[in-house]
């Protein structure tokens, strides 16, 4: 990998490369350049994770003509396609290198092997939602249960927003989340269930599954779950997956003649 990125740096097929560098003790983002490649030696994969795609993107809009490297996993290339398509990279001055973030060992819910969620308590299991729940599984449950489920965990959020500051794939200029007209501004807890459900719609066409939102949460609330849903809604609807390819999000293309094919829905779904 050290070699690797050398060889970018040098041949100047990147001006910078992100990667983590280990600062006592602590793997932090860090950019390498042409003219502290002795830092190189200090260079780390992982298993930290940030968001390297976000930080790229920040550069190249402060220095478009920047050529930026950065490791990348599986949900990192997802997520660079959907910054793409929202005309925040430009993907012609971006290397990367791949890494398997998926070792042998399989997981019983993850898709990625860094995603793996702590088992969840006999408390939270009995009035909340389980984090290493599938969507699938929480269907059975009566509208009323599902919505006392949901409360329960959007009831501990403290409104510290980590879960949209940490996401590759938001960048707008202006959040939905300090829209006075949407959100209270400095009411604690933040109102059930519309913060979160707000930030759900959201990401429909754009959650890339990265898993960054849950891992940043310090509430433990089960957001890669939320998300999993509603990028199942828009696969279903939409026969659109987030990152597949450069496409643009359905939800991008408005207008009065627009009309759209849905997929029928089971008649079950539809009564609930």
């Known amino acids: 990998m050290k070699e690797q990125v050398r ?20 793997q932090i ?9 002795d830092e190189l030696e ?14 790229a993107a920040r550069l190249a809009g402060a220095k478009p003509e920047l050529k930026i490297g950065l490791i990348a996993r599986d949900c990192n290339h997802r997520a660079l396609k959907v910054m793409a398509a929202g005309h925040q990279l430009d993907l012609d001055k971006v ?13 019983d819910h993850a898709a990625c092997s860094y995603l793996e969620p702590e088992p969840a308590g006999a408390y939270k299991k009995s009035v909340g939602v389980d984090n ?4 699938q599984e ?4 009566r509208p009323k249960e599902r919505l006392a489920r949901w409360s329960y965990e959007f009831e501990k959020c403290i409104k510290c927003y980590g879960c949209r500051n940490i996401c590759p794939v938001c960048y707008c200029q202006e959040c939905s989340l300090e829209h006075p007209d949407l959100i209270s501004p400095g009411r604690l807890p933040p109102e059930t269930p519309i913060f979160h459900l707000t930030r759900a719609v959201h990401m429909a066409g754009r959650c890339v599954d990265c898993g960054l939102c849950e891992e940043a949460c310090p509430m433990d609330i089960p957001l890669r779950l939320l998300y999993r ?16 390819d450069l496409s643009q999000s359905p939800f991008n293309f408005l207008g009065d003649k627009m009309t759209l094919e849905l997929k ?3 008649a079950d779904q539809e009564a609930r």
């Not at 060889?7 to 602590?26: Q, S, T």
């Not at 983002?29 to 490649?37: Q, V």
């Not at 929480?138 to 449950?141: A, K, R």
């Open 42 to 55: 200090d260079l780390e994969v992982g298993p930290a994770r940030y968001p390297l795609d976000k930080l």
């Open 229 to 244: 849903e509603v990028n199942r809604i828009v696969l279903r609807l939409f026969d659109f997956q987030a990152g597949a």
């Open 132 to 135: 290493r729940a599938d969507p």
């Open 138 to 141: 929480l269907e059975p449950l």
């Open 264 to 266: 029928p829905i089971e």
């Open 29 to 37: 983002p860090w950019a390498f350049d042409r003219d502290n490649l």
């Open 95 to 107: 290397e990367t290198i791949s890494l398997a973030c998926c070792p042998s060992k399989l997981q």
């Open 7 to 26: 060889d970018l740096l040098e041949n100047h097929r990147v001006d910078v490369f992100l990667a983590y560098k280990d600062l006592d003790g602590h």
